[in-house]
């Protein structure tokens, strides 16, 4: 796919990864719908192939804003054509963006593709309660949540809020049908405060299964896969998020035995998730010990929870499934939020040590 940074000078046209006038090469039918994609110029979770599929069902065209973008915002949006495109689409972070918000309101169809809402109920987040009050007074906008809790909640704040689940980026993870030498095993961050939970619980079982706690190098996919591929047991930690992250379906991709947090209901109704079918859920760390050892006595059903899961993930939760998912929930036409009272904006909006 074809990416663009914008640089300090005025930028020309974005650069389009579309394939024709309807989303696919001689297709007849009415035109179809053209998004542009605004995107974190660095990420450790590209969305390459998310883009790359939605490009196949309409015209996508797609800039990346690095950080003098993220610094300057409102000049930054000023210098782009948004009356060309139908939505505009922005894979971005609203903590990121800060108090610079108010200069989305200027961006019209618009669609915010927020991976960190889960933050929303997480207490020790400085964003703990403070999303939904962001978005409201954006204005005109849908919002795009990738938990159902979040959605719901949202949704009965008066705003416009759909939610698209993180799924695995299949062109960057797969099993790579190798040797495992790593029995139990944890890899991604628990040092930022928003962790604090799950790095209690890791600690809690550490010792009893012997986990390896592993970090790669931020964008080293391919380093990651190979890490994944070395792992018997994936231990996901997800405490309190509300929602599957990206990591589970990685690990379920890379053929791990999947050990998660289990979150809502509604969570693993919607993903097609099953209790000891696709992975082993757990509510706290005696379960967890409990459900590893059985598995880890058991490699036959081990082996078949591995398969199911990686099956089913492959089926259902990548990247390009997201994307067609994605084109059908930014079609409706978007409704405006409904405006915040003036007690909201004095406690979500002008408090002091929020926007420290």
Same mark, same amino acid.
């Given at each position: 796919?074809?990416?663009?940074?914008?640089?300090?000078?005025?930028?020309?046209?974005?650069?389009?990864?579309?394939?024709?006038?309807?989303?696919?090469?001689?297709?007849?039918?009415?035109?179809?719908?053209?998004?542009?994609?605004?995107?974190?110029?660095?990420?450790?979770?590209?969305?390459?192939?998310?883009?790359?599929?939605?490009?196949?069902?309409?015209?996508?065209?797609?800039?990346?804003?690095?950080?003098?973008?993220?610094?300057?915002?409102?000049?930054?949006?000023?210098?782009?054509?948004?009356?060309?495109?139908?939505?505009?689409?922005?894979?971005?972070?609203?903590?990121?963006?800060?108090?610079?918000?108010?200069?989305?309101?200027?961006?019209?169809?618009?669609?915010?593709?927020?991976?960190?809402?889960?933050?929303?109920?997480?207490?020790?987040?400085?964003?703990?309660?403070?999303?939904?009050?962001?978005?409201?007074?954006?204005?005109?906008?849908?919002? =795009?949540?990738? *938990?159902?809790?979040?959605?719901?909640? !949202?949704?009965?704040?008066?705003?416009? &809020? /759909?939610? @698209? #689940?993180?799924?695995?980026?299949?062109?960057?993870?797969?099993?790579?049908?190798?040797?495992?030498?790593?029995?139990?095993?944890?890899?991604?961050?628990?040092?930022?405060?928003?962790?604090?939970?799950?790095?209690?619980?890791?600690?809690?079982?550490?010792?009893?299964?012997?986990?390896?706690?592993?970090?790669?190098?931020?964008?080293?996919?391919?380093?990651?896969?190979?890490?994944?591929?070395?792992?018997?047991?994936?231990?996901?930690?997800? =405490?309190?998020? *509300?929602?599957?992250?990206?990591?589970? !379906?990685?690990?379920?991709?890379?053929? &791990? /035995?999947? @050990? #998660?947090?289990?979150?809502?209901?509604?969570?693993?109704?919607?993903?097609?998730?099953?209790?000891?079918?696709?992975?082993?859920?757990?509510?706290?760390?005696?379960?967890?010990?409990?459900?590893?050892?059985?598995?880890?006595?058991?490699?036959?059903?081990?082996?078949?929870?591995?398969?199911?899961?990686?099956?089913?993930?492959?089926?259902?939760?990548?990247?390009?499934?997201?994307?067609?998912?994605?084109?059908?929930?930014?079609?409706?036409?978007?409704?405006?939020?409904?405006?915040?009272?003036?007690?909201?904006?004095?406690?979500?909006?002008?408090?002091?040590?929020?926007?420290?």
């Amino acid at each position: 796919m074809n990416k663009r940074t914008i640089k300090h000078e005025p930028p020309s046209p974005p650069e389009s990864v579309s394939c024709g006038e309807t989303g696919q090469p001689g297709a007849e039918g009415p035109p179809a719908m053209k998004v542009l994609v605004i995107a974190k110029g660095k990420t450790g979770i590209p969305q390459t192939t998310l883009w790359e599929a939605l490009g196949r069902l309409c015209r996508v065209e797609m800039v990346e804003f690095g950080e003098w973008e993220m610094a300057h915002y409102a000049e930054a949006l000023r210098r782009l054509d948004f009356s060309r495109y139908d939505r505009v689409v922005l894979d971005q972070n609203i903590r990121r963006i800060g108090r610079q918000y108010p200069a989305l309101r200027a961006v019209p169809n618009l669609v915010f593709l927020e991976q960190d809402a889960c933050q929303h109920f997480i207490p020790e987040s400085r964003w703990h309660g403070r999303y939904e009050a962001v978005f409201r007074d954006i204005g005109r906008l849908r919002v =795009v949540v990738s *938990n159902r809790t979040c959605e719901a909640a !949202f949704r009965r704040g008066g705003l416009d &809020c /759909v939610c @698209l #689940a993180k799924a695995v980026d299949e062109k960057a993870i797969q099993n790579l049908h190798q040797p495992r030498d790593i029995v139990f095993g944890y890899v991604g961050r628990v040092n930022h405060a928003v962790y604090t939970r799950r790095r209690a619980l890791l600690e809690q079982v550490r010792t009893p299964l012997g986990l390896e706690m592993l970090r790669t190098e931020s964008g080293d996919t391919a380093g990651y896969n190979r890490l994944l591929n070395r792992m018997r047991f994936f231990v996901s930690a997800d =405490v309190g998020m *509300n929602e599957y992250m990206f990591k589970n !379906f990685e690990a379920m991709a890379a053929g &791990c /035995v999947l @050990l #998660a947090q289990r979150q809502p209901a509604l969570e693993q109704e919607a993903l097609g998730f099953l209790d000891m079918e696709h992975l082993a859920l757990y509510e706290d760390a005696r379960e967890l010990i409990e459900k590893a050892e059985r598995l880890r006595r058991d490699p036959a059903l081990a082996d078949r929870i591995a398969a199911r899961g990686q099956a089913l993930v492959l089926d259902r939760h990548t990247m390009s499934r997201r994307a067609a998912e994605l084109h059908d929930l930014i079609q409706p036409p978007i409704r405006s939020a409904r405006a915040l009272s003036f007690a909201e904006r004095v406690r979500h909006l002008w408090s002091r040590p929020f926007w420290r």
